[in-house]
Nanobody, 121 residues
């Protein structure tokens, strides 16, 4: 089971990035998928989640209206479109998968390697 995140980088404040997370080794088409992030010196925090059918999405208050989570089950891939980025969005972003959005948001699912996002002021 592997979850591989990509798409991170360095961007100026106000810019955009799109993260991707591909799953392999196991079918995640019916799993909830999501994103967490961890800034230096801080605990990992929930960012966004989406259920298997894409009907339900959830966001941390700090990213609502700026970030959008989506998924392509045919590709076993989840995306995080990040707009209007702020320096406080700087963190390592991790993708996650679990049987439900409830447990995923609690951080109980499977994790992938992270991708660094750096937003300069």
């Amino acid at each position: 089971v592997q979850l591989q995140a990509s798409g991170g980088g360095l961007v100026q404040a106000g810019g955009s990035l799109r993260l991707s997370c591909a799953a392999s080794g196991r079918t995640f088409s019916r799993a909830a998928r999501g994103w967490f992030r961890q800034a230096p010196g801080k605990e990992r925090e929930f960012v966004a989640a989406i259920n298997w059918s894409s009907v339900s999405t959830y966001y941390a208050d700090s990213v609502k209206g700026r970030f959008t989570i989506s998924r392509d089950n045919a590709k076993n891939t989840v995306y995080l479109q990040m707009n209007s980025l702020k320096p406080e969005d700087t963190a390592v972003y991790y993708c996650a998968a679990d049987s439900s959005t409830t447990t995923l948001i609690r951080g109980l699912g499977s994790w992938g390697q992270g991708t660094q996002v750096t937003v300069s002021s």
